[in-house]
């Protein structure tokens, strides 16, 4: 299996603090640290196999990406199901909505259990990175 | 007979295939790499097999016995032995799988410094012998001495780990058949290993392939023959119980 995110070498990082954010519903109305998400950077993030590598497990209407997963659901018109803050909190933390999700949560660092030392005590995602995602997946309305 | 209607009703819903149902990794496999695994003219995990034979005859010191020295031929005295393994050792209480027990007989018995996990020695000699039990079903024990070991071994299959935060079960129980990328998810049994993967362009040992999945969900990687991997080889034998031996199988 290719690794679902290849390692980008973190070792002998600072510890990393989360921005801190408020739940409403089953939402994050607010962006994280009040950062502005760039559409572009999100869209790069998503295929990127070393950074977000969504479609290991999503799929999308695009043609040039070859290999795409089948074990979430497309991500095709997602902006036109989700609103922004549906969005932000299911890429924070899915566990939070399904306790048996296999949706990972990319901006958590609790409660996990023998994570390789390069990755101890930081989230998948930094903030900017989960806006310039929410940003993306906001623009998919088709 | 009438059937309850609730329990007719559950008999329609249910598919034919339940989700508890293991099946053995080559139902998974392309045609192309299906087709190449059973064809041992092809097969490129049989350069192994036969450098393994070469293993087992050679004498490794003057005053010592070869492999077939103590055991003959390994096509009968090594058949299904591969299928019972891993398995505790009485004389020291320990979890041994076929590259451990080979290990221990290169030392006990031969005198010789261990070959080393993954050295090409040791992966020819465990491919050689799991050979012998291609086709046969897998049949280890886990009562007695062995329940301790398989009872860690399934509770870690269905821990979730790692920073992405995944379960072994939640991808090779609960999406067997689904893609991830460009790979099909089998029931992940361990049946095919050693087993020659087109990635590593080698034979490699199951314990480099639960690596692997460590790396994929970012999760700690134990060493090879760890005591964590060997009772997750245990739990995954009796997972596959009464499924073939594949090995040496060919993989993605």
Same mark, same amino acid.
């Given at each position: ?8 070498? =973190? ?52 043609? $040039? ?39 990972? $949560? ?18 998948? =995602? ?17 | ?17 339940? +989700? ?11 045609? #192309? ?14 350069? @192994? ?6 293993? @087992? ?10 492999? +077939? ?38 030392? #006990?018995?031969?005198?010789?410094? +261990? ?82 993967? =087109?990635? @590593? ?36 034998? @009796? ?14």
């Amino acid at each position: 299996m290719a690794a679902l995110i290849l390692a980008t070498s =973190l070792e002998g990082g600072h510890a990393f603090s989360l921005e801190p954010y408020r739940v409403v519903a089953d939402a994050i109305p607010e962006p994280l640290g009040g950062r502005v998400g760039d559409p572009r950077r999100g869209a790069r993030i998503l295929r990127d196999r070393e950074v977000g590598n969504c479609l290991i497990c999503h799929s999308l209407d695009d043609p $040039s990406e070859r290999f795409q997963g089948e074990l979430g659901p497309a991500l095709d018109g997602i902006g036109a199901r989700l609103s922004e803050g549906q969005i932000r909190l299911r890429i924070v933390d899915s566990l939070r909505l399904n306790e048996a999700t296999l949706m990972p $949560s990319y901006y958590r660092v609790e409660g996990l259990r023998r994570v390789a030392p390069q990755y101890r005590g930081k989230p998948i =995602l930094d903030a900017q990175q989960v806006e310039d995602l929410v940003a993306y997946l906001a623009s998919l309305r088709g | 007979m009438r059937l309850p209607a609730s329990l007719a009703a559950l008999l329609l819903i249910l598919p034919a295939a339940t +989700a508890a149902e293991i099946r053995p990794g080559r139902d998974f496999l392309s045609p #192309e790499l299906r087709a190449l695994q059973e064809d041992e003219a092809r097969h490129p995990g049989m350069l @192994w097999v036969e450098q393994g034979e070469e293993v @087992w005859r050679r004498t490794p010191a003057l005053d010592k016995p070869s492999c +077939a020295g103590c055991h003959g031929d390994a096509a009968g005295t090594m058949r299904g032995v591969a299928t019972r393994y891993p398995m505790v050792d009485r004389a020291s209480g320990r979890l041994l799988n076929l590259e451990l027990r080979i290990e221990q007989c290169r030392m #006990e018995r031969q005198g010789q410094p +261990a070959f080393g996990y993954e050295s090409p020695e040791l992966l020819a000699l465990t491919a050689y012998i799991a050979y012998q039990s291609r086709s046969l079903p897998m049949t280890v024990r886990i009562d007695g001495a062995a329940a301790p070991f398989f009872d860690a071994g399934r509770a870690f299959f269905h821990e979730r780990q790692g920073q992405l935060n995944l379960a072994c079960s939640q991808c090779h129980d609960d999406n067997a058949g689904r893609r991830l990328r460009g790979d099909v998810i089998s029931n992940g049994v361990g049946t095919g290993f050693p087993a020659y993967r =087109l990635e @590593w362009n080698a034979v490699g040992s199951l314990h480099r392939r639960l690596r692997a999945c460590s790396l994929g969900v970012r999760a700690v990687q134990f060493d090879y023959g760890s005591p964590d991997y060997l009772n997750l080889e245990l739990y995954l034998a @009796w997972r596959a119980r009464g499924l073939p031996m594949e090995a040496p199988a060919v993989r993605r």
